[in-house]
């Protein structure tokens, strides 16, 4: 048994506290976890065992929730934050079961921001967007339910449009050789390229109606 002889609050971390124990400092707790202790208190080391344990996953949520905050992340993004930082394994677990039963990691969701995000500001190829979630640790039956549901044509359309805007001043043979490169380094295949490109110089080489 240990007893506490001291527990004094954190210059820099008002919300945390360091436990002192048998004179000498042991730990260091959140006010939420160190609230039921105080000086005098005897403690087994089963019990300071919990205490680290409860405090460590505490942690884990902290830096999960911090990661989360500014965009969705999967999973697996979530326990390598963790992992980084030093969080055992059963604790990442942990972790992961409560933010899923909150509703805060849902990797359908995340999966449906990022083919979305990709779609609005990067458009990608199905191959190309099916290669970035499994990087992200997305479920392979999560990928193919959603990427089932893309038209890849109208996806190359998207992203030849964006592009064709900064080659017009580019004669047939560099508009179609720009264009051309720019869809397959997205992923787009080769019918899918010759489509795009084909309509899209058809369009840059009509005349507007206003110049009739």
Known sequence: MA??????????????????????????????????????????AEKIATLLREEEYERGKEIAL??????????????????????????????????????????????????????RFKPRGIPLLRQELRQKGVDQQIIDDLLNELDNTNAAMQAGEKKARSLMRYEEEDFRKKLSGYLQRRGFNYGEIREVVDELWRRRSEPDEGDK
């Open 3 to 44: 007893t506490i002889t001291d527990i004094t609050g954190q210059k820099r971390r008002k919300d945390r506290v360091n436990i002192f124990l048998d004179g000498d400092y042991a730990f260091s707790l959140s006010i939420l976890n160190a609230a039921w202790l105080k000086v005098g208190q005897e403690l087994s």
């Open 66 to 119: 911090r990661l989360i905050t500014n965009r969705p992340r999967s999973t697996k993004e979530v326990q390598n934050r963790m992992r980084e930082k030093g969080i055992e394994e059963e604790t990442q677990e942990r972790v992961v079961g409560r933010l899923t039963e909150l509703e805060l990691l849902d990797d359908t969701a995340f999966a449906r921001y990022w083919i979305d995000q990709r779609a």
